[in-house]
T-cell receptor, first 111, second 111 residues
Framework: QKEVEQDPGPLSVPEGAIVSLNCTYS??????FMWYRQYSRKGPELLMY????GNKEDGRFTAQVDKSSKYISLFIRDSQPSDSATYLC???????????FGSGTRLSIRP | EAGVVQSPRYKIIEKKQPVAFWCNPI?????LYWYLQNLGQGPELLIR????????DSQLPKDRFSAERLKGVDSTLKIQPAELGDSAVYLC?????????FGPGTRLTVT
């Protein structure tokens, strides 16, 4: 079993919809949680960075962490065609810099 | 400010041939990472440098892979000899603090 599980999709939603992306993990030592966006033939770009449990909002993006369930989510409000990309969750523990990535969810926003 | 620069962007070689990838991190970033990303997967760390020192190379297949960062700035990742299974995208990233900035990657195809 992988340390971080992420549904690969693809996920296709109409423009303006709310998108929910999720990951589960098995290592209870993870303390830092990230979401990266990766466009085709580009490197990953950090979207959200959270510590421990709770919510963090940045514009149309909201990241949620539920450590008791080992479950993290990224919500995208008012989705735009430019949001079409692969979204990677990632996490690390408190003492190491090594990040463990999920396999990514491919998202497509239909105009 | 320029981002992480990688070259070449694409490389096609025959199996058993050597290949080298080059990375120039963001100016001032003392930490440099090399990742491997297979199709449909998240990046996996190969090696991490703090300045010139390789502080985490546990995932680097040392029988055929080597890396160097001689002056603590740019870095080279080499594969010799390449195998069919090495076909993937090789990503370089750099950081000064917690956030890692990724380059566009080198897409390697081994035939």
């Amino acid at each position: 079993q992988k340390e971080v599980e992420q549904d690969p999709g693809p996920l296709s939603v109409p423009e303006g919809a709310i998108v929910s992306l999720n990951c589960t993990y098995s290592n209870s030592a993870f303390q830092y949680f990230m979401w990266y966006r990766q466009y085709s033939r580009k490197g990953p770009e950090l979207l959200m960075y959270t510590y421990s449990s709770g919510n963090k909002e940045d514009g149309r993006f909201t990241a949620q962490v539920d450590k008791s369930s080992k479950y993290i989510s990224l919500f995208i409000r008012d989705s735009q065609p430019s949001d079409s990309a692969t979204y990677l969750c990632a996490m690390r523990n408190s003492s190491a810099s090594k990040i463990i990535f999920g396999s990514g969810t491919r998202l497509s926003i239909r105009p | 400010e320029a981002g992480v620069v990688q070259s070449p962007r694409y490389k096609i070689i025959e199996k058993k041939q050597p290949v080298a990838f080059w990375c120039n991190p963001i100016s001032g970033h003392n930490t440099l990472y090399w990742y491997l990303q297979n199709l449909g997967q998240g990046p996996e760390l190969l090696i991490r440098y703090e300045n010139e020192e390789a502080v985490d190379d546990s995932q680097l297949p040392k029988d055929r892979f080597s890396a160097e960062r001689l002056k603590g700035v740019d870095s080279t990742l080499k594969i010799q000899p390449a195998e069919l299974g090495d076909s993937a995208v090789y990503l370089c990233a750099s950081s000064l603090g917690d956030e890692q900035y990724f380059g566009p990657g080198t897409r390697l195809t081994v035939t």
